[in-house]
């Protein structure tokens, strides 16, 4: 079944002191590119949670937020550095001795506003239990996202699938017309010929030699049965369950190049209006197939 690269997905938790805002939002890309909006103390399990959504996701660009509040959520911790701050201080004392300022120094606010003497750093929940939790959000969300891709995959299997049958109609007219077209071309050929040289007698030899190099010429035969071919395979793909954007455009791009040979041999109006018709509903199916996953 086919899968939109389109789709969003949003996932609530809060129990005892965990309280955390799963968003997931896909839009069409060439790759799997993942974005994520995460508290500092997930880093150290980033990777693995981008790991995931690629599991799921396969294609597309993902932004996932993901927010978190509660007793253990992130708060300030203030460390200091005891060997920087004796090195300080014994260089102040120095100082307050040599200037004769030791009855107006206040020692605590001259240490803490010495860089780097206190240091503030975020502590979290330990990474590993979080990620226990974290793991069953998300794959509760990516679950959420994945249903939505696939109801906009049917939708875009249906429009895809009006549109094929209408192309498969106009290469079968197409197909009916050749042998019409082929006869037409002959005759004015014959016709032609015959206004040319008036009196003159006609060889028949020659003139069937020169209907057979036309008949090659005009001949769309290959064309035309290797575009049912694609249109047949391009029908198989809406039964896949796997990845097969890439495999759709691509197989589109062939059929695109089919139909533009049946125009170039082609002098028949008929032919050449159903052809235009063709590459027109051809381009708006490359544009859908850059949304499938």
């Avoid at 299997?157 to 007219?173: G, H, P, Q, T």
């Avoid at 003139?207 to 198989?236: G, M, N, P, Y």
């Amino acid at each position: 079944m086919l899968r939109s690269m389109t789709t969003y997905a949003r996932v609530e938790y809060a129990e005892d002191a965990w309280s955390s805002v799963l968003e997931l939002k896909s839009v069409n890309g060439r790759f799997c590119d993942i974005h994520t909006r995460l508290p500092r103390w997930m880093n150290p399990i980033e990777d693995r949670i981008k790991k995931l959504v690629y599991e799921k996701m396969i294609r597309g660009r993902i932004d996932l937020s993901i927010q978190h509040e509660g007793d253990d959520a992130k708060r300030p911790v203030f460390k200091p550095d005891m060997d920087l701050g004796r090195s300080y201080l014994k260089t102040v004392k120095s100082l307050a001795e040599g200037l004769d300022l030791e009855n107006t120094m206040d020692l605590p606010t001259l240490l803490c506003s010495l860089k780097d003497v206190i240091t503030v750093q975020e502590q979290g929940p330990d990474t590993e239990k979080a990620w226990e939790r974290i793991r069953s959000q998300l794959e509760e969300l990516l679950d959420k996202a994945v249903k939505m891709s696939i109801t906009e995959g049917v939708t875009l299997a249906k429009d895809l699938e009006s549109r094929l049958s209408r192309i498969e109609k106009w290469v079968e007219d197409i197909s009916k017309r050749t042998g019409e077209h082929l006869d037409k071309a002959q005759q004015e050929l014959k016709e032609r010929i015959q206004s040319i040289l008036k009196d003159v007698p006609v060889d028949g030899g020659r003139l069937a030699q020169e209907s057979a190099i036309l008949a090659d010429k005009l001949d769309i035969t290959e064309e035309i049965v290797r575009s049912l071919s694609h249109i047949e395979q391009f029908r198989k793909f809406f039964s896949k369950e796997e990845a097969i954007g890439r495999k759709m455009d691509f197989l589109l791009q062939e059929l695109f190049r089919e139909v533009n040979t049946m125009a170039s041999k082609s002098s028949d109006s008929v032919i050449s209006f159903l052809v235009v018709e063709i590459k027109c509903e051809l381009e708006k199916m490359r544009e859908q197939v850059q949304n499938v996953v």
